[in-house]
Structure formats: structure tokens, C-alpha cells
């Protein structure tokens, strides 16, 4: 049997009590989004990620299908013209939400969950465009199911290439830091956002 250190075992102890905190904080993700779909089956919200005005005026016409549904919309389109989209696809602007705080992808999330949980919305759309998807999902899946809300998403056609693997691993992780800390690390200069 080997002898350790005092400090070793700090070491050993506290990357063991990660890992198993870790472990739980996912195992926690699934209960929460099959509760979230039995509670609510279908989306009662519209989340619509920026990143062109090509998501918005998606949006505009998917929430005519929809048009007792609120719509959030996540650091997009300046003010004037996301709400010229969505007037002139005849949704009323006490519909739309329009977000700024948001400076990234884990961000979309994360400053929204709040406001969610605040109007008990359960179950959303999640729209993006199709190659951001992947990533979109991944930090969904996190930062939502963490909270109880599942997502429904919903890809707008797009001719980019799906993101590189790397960006998506890098936001799981600031996700999952955000579960643990509350923070995203999102001042920090990195090359996920």
C-alpha cells in the first residue's frame, strides 16, 4: 500500500469530490428535462438565437403558426430592425422580447434562464440557424435542462459548415462552469464565443 502525503490526499480528495459533483450535475439533466416534457408536452415560448436578421424574419413567419406564443429573441438585430420584422409580419410587439445582454452563445442562455423560470415557461422552440445547432443544443441541454426548461429546436436551412467540434466542447464546459459558479467566463478572451 502506498504512502501518500497530506497533501496528495487533499488533491486526490478534491478532484475525486469534482468528478462526483460533476457526475450528479449531469445525472440531474435528464430527470429535469422529462419532468419539464411531461409537464409541459408542448413549447409555450419562442427562443430565437441572434445572429442575422435572417433568424428573425424566420421567426416572425414560424410565430404566425404560433400566435399565442411569446417570442424571445437573443441578442439579434438592432432594436428598430427586429421590431420592424416582426410589425410587418403583423406580430404584435407585446409578443416580442428583444435581449441584449447576451455577448455569446452560453450567454444567449444564461441570461435568459431567469426571466424563464420567472414566467414558469417549461418548454421552448429554440431557433438557429442549422449549422449552429449542434452548439446551440449542447449548452441548451446544460444551461435549460439544468433549470427544468426543455427545448424543441427548430433550424433555419443555412450553406455554412456545422461548427467545429472544439467550440462545442468549450462551451459545454463554460456551461457547465456556470452551473457550478454562476459565472460563463465570458470576459475572458477565449476562442469559444
Known amino acids: 500500500m502506498k504512502n501518500f502525503h497530506p497533501q496528495q490526499k487533499i488533491k486526490r480528495f478534491l478532484c475525486l469530490a469534482t468528478s ?39 421567426t416572425a413567419k414560424f410565430a404566425q403558426l404560433y400566435p399565442s406564443l411569446e417570442i424571445w429573441v437573443s441578442s439579434g438585430a438592432p432594436p428598430k430592425t427586429a421590431s420592424a420584422v416582426f410589425r410587418d409580419a403583423g406580430i404584435s410587439n407585446k409578443r416580442v422580447h428583444l435581449d441584449y445582454r447576451a455577448t455569446d452563445t452560453v450567454t444567449n442562455f444564461t441570461t435568459l434562464v431567469t426571466d424563464f423560470k420567472q414566467q414558469k415557461i417549461k418548454h ?5 440557424s442549422a449549422f449552429h445547432m449542434g452548439r446551440a443544443k449542447a449548452i441548451a441541454t446544460i444551461v435549460l435542462g439544468s433549470q427544468g426548461i426543455a427545448f424543441t ?10 461548427e467545429p467540434l472544439i467550440r ?10 456556470w452551473i457550478v459558479t454562476g459565472h460563463t467566463g465570458s470576459s475572458l478572451k477565449s476562442i469559444a464565443s
Open 124 to 128: 421552448l422552440y429554440l431557433i438557429t
Open 153 to 162: 429546436p427548430v433550424s433555419i436551412p443555412s450553406s455554412k459548415t456545422k
Open 168 to 177: 462545442i466542447l468549450l462551451d459545454i464546459g463554460r456551461s457547465l462552469f
Open 20 to 58: 462526483t459533483l460533476i457526475i450528479l450535475l449531469l445525472s440531474i439533466i435528464p430527470v429535469r428535462l422529462t419532468i419539464a416534457h411531461y409537464q409541459a408536452p408542448h413549447p409555450q415560448a419562442i427562443l430565437t438565437l441572434g445572429g442575422g436578421i435572417g433568424r428573425e424574419k424566420f
